[in-house]
């Protein structure tokens, strides 16, 4: 069965500084994940996915995410945080199964300091 | 092409009413999904349907009924409200076959049942 964990509920950087929200996966199937953004009441958007092709994987807004077998992570960077960029951020893995059921993450709340 | 469409935006319930969230796609995609969005979690799977006339539950379906007569529309029915359904309902569709395909989400209605 697959699933998916975001390793911090809350994550704080300052404006300029470097992002880095942390995804690991489990699944016995070569998996699609995604990260989605949330921004305050309103729905989710597609940041990236990852589909078996390249590991490192370009989204919007200058986000990026590497795909590591080995450590079964999926983590999302950015290099420089603006402030635009505080809202929440979901991890998603799609099953493999022929219902293309996702199981998300609880979430990571980005936090953006002037 | 206006995506994933959900209405209504906010609406209070008393306990026991009874009422429909709509959802319509304008993207002729097989896949629909109704989640469950509580403060902090992830977003939990209620009913999806892979076409017209064919649904199934997800993770949460308890108090809840769907139907799908056409491609487009995927109504939620919640029967006998209960404060435990307090919370942010989205929608989501994407195309049929393949796991890389990710969900298109609707903008989510925020219900209360007090």
């Known amino acids: 069965a697959q699933s998916v964990t975001q390793l911090d509920s809350h994550v704080s950087v300052s404006e300029g500084t470097p992002v880095l929200l942390r995804c690991n996966y489990s699944s016995s199937y070569s998996p699609s994940l995604f990260w989605y953004v949330q921004h305050p009441n309103k729905g989710l958007q597609l940041l990236l996915k990852y589909t078996s092709a390249a590991t490192l994987v370009k989204g919007i807004n200058g986000f990026e995410a590497e795909f590591k077998k080995s450590e079964t992570s999926f983590h999302l960077t950015k290099p420089s945080a603006h402030m635009s960029d505080a809202a929440e951020y979901f991890c998603v893995v799609s099953t493999t199964s022929g219902t293309y059921k996702y199981i998300f993450g609880t979430g990571t709340r980005l936090k953006v300091l002037a | 092409n206006a995506g994933v469409t959900q209405t209504p935006k906010f609406r209070i319930l008393k306990i026991g009413q009874s009422m429909t969230l709509q959802c319509t796609q304008d993207m002729n995609h097989n896949y629909m999904y109704w989640y469950r969005q509580d403060p902090g979690m992830g977003l939990k799977l209620i009913y999806y349907s892979v076409g017209a006339g064919i649904t199934d539950k997800g993770e949460v379906p308890n108090g809840y009924n769907v139907s799908r007569s056409t491609t487009e529309d995927f109504p939620l029915r919640l029967e006998l409200a209960a404060p435990s359904q307090t919370s942010v309902y989205f929608c989501?569709?994407?195309?049929?076959?393949?796991?890389?395909?990710?969900?298109?989400f609707g903008p989510g209605t925020r219900l209360t049942v007090t």
């Open positions: 989501a569709s994407r195309p049929g076959l393949g796991s890389s395909y990710e969900q298109y």
